[in-house]
């Protein structure tokens, strides 16, 4: 009984020993552990130097517990191989954020390339809209300027229309527009509504004139003197005015623009007491309408 | 008798020369040089800042003196070793120190090409 339990003793004894024996200290285990960590990190791809000095620092501690489990010395080395292997860590993340500053330098200058890129795009489509622009700015102006001597060499031409008329035949400026009055006993033989030859010859001198001012309306306006009756001097009247009209449209005025009105004896221009009277009140006017005002004007 | 007088000055001569060989192994400073530069150099960049490097910075300081501590102790040995733990702290703290500031200037470089893109397209 006494041998069984010394035995005993003897065996727990051996395996406290020996279990101490192979009981890593703490240092041992967490150099390890820091190993494991950065071997199994980026350090394996961008620090392997670090990584390398962290594993000979890690061997070294190993040797070392192997060789004096309980020194210092054992204690120190794995400290220092744990210091190793966090510092191989440490190395790959600078190595990586110095990556990452890279890279984002590179996209950096890439972005701004394409920003100046589209800028110059921006830049060259509004020079070259300002150009059409500038372009049709001078069409517009080239219009506005052509328009103007058009206008005024228009005005010219009716201004001197209305002089050669004025040699023709007795011309006023009225509210109701430019007046020419043509006598009766020039175009009418007596009583009649065709138009005699000479007056053909009369009529086409101011259907010249006339045609250079072609866009104004014109109204033919027959009136007679007061012998005969109100009713035949109408008609009359009328007849005469639409024989002019027609002989107008007939030289080439737009028909639409020429209108033809028998007054009768109704709007005498002298006294029909007196013959003189009389063969000043038998007569066809002409009247051209002002010209129309445009916005331009 | 001049034998015994030899004799006395021979051992005399060997007690001194052993006498000084010991003391100048006392009193061999320890060689803290590699310690003391690499906190000073995880200090230059500003390991204080970084919480994690000012911690390894402050281990090394402590392990310096622990060192120094030991070798006044006449544990010339234990203190060399000491040192060794000093020298590994104050070269994390640099490192550390320096990750912390390319991971800002990395942070940096990204902002700005956000905010380029952000500005522009």
Redesign the interface.
Known sequence: MNTQMLLITIACTGLLAASCATTAPQELVNARNAYQQASNGPASQVAQAELHVAHKALTTAEQSFRDYPDS??TL??A??AQ??S??AE??A??VN??R??AQ??E??TE??G??VE?TKKNLSQTQGALADSERSGKVVADKLQAEKVARAKAEQETADALAALAKLAAVKNEARGMVITLSGSVLFASNQSALLPEAKTRLDQVVAVLLTTRERKLVVEGHTDSQGSDSFNLDLSQRRADSVRDYLVQSGYEGDLVVAHGMGEGHPVADNGAPEGRANNRRVEIIIERAPQTANQ | MRTVFRIGNAVFAVAILATALVAGCATVPLRTEASTSGIRAAEEVGASQVPRAALHLQLAKEELKKAEALAADGRKEQAKSQLMRAEADAELAVALSRESAEKTAAQDAVERVRKLRQDNE
């Open positions: 210092y010395r120190d080395l400290y220092v210091r190793k966090e510092l440490a190395t993340s600078i954020e110095r990452n500053q984002a330098k996209d950096f972005t701004q394409r920003i589209k």
